[in-house]
């Protein structure tokens, strides 16, 4: 193996706990806002929904980070 190689071969196993460290840190962030998104909804008796809330229900927040509505029963 050349010196040149070498080089980058060492770069390579220096810069790959980094990145691996950068990556597992932005899925645990977005992981952790859809997990409290949904269970926000939830523990305040509400119901996800990705279409229209069922009769005698209002939106009164969001689920799945974003992705669906928070329903919640009217009385």
Not at 53 to 65: K, V
């Amino acid at each position: 193996m050349s010196a040149k190689a070498t080089k980058i071969l060492l770069l390579l196993l220096l810069l790959l706990p980094a990145v691996s460290q950068a990556a597992t840190g932005a899925y645990q962030l977005f992981f952790s806002i859809t997990v409290a998104d949904t269970v926000m909804c939830r523990k305040t008796k509400g119901r996800c929904s990705f279409l229209l809330c069922p009769l005698f229900m209002r939106a009164t927040g969001t689920c799945y980070n974003r992705l669906a509505k928070c329903c919640r029963p009217l009385w």
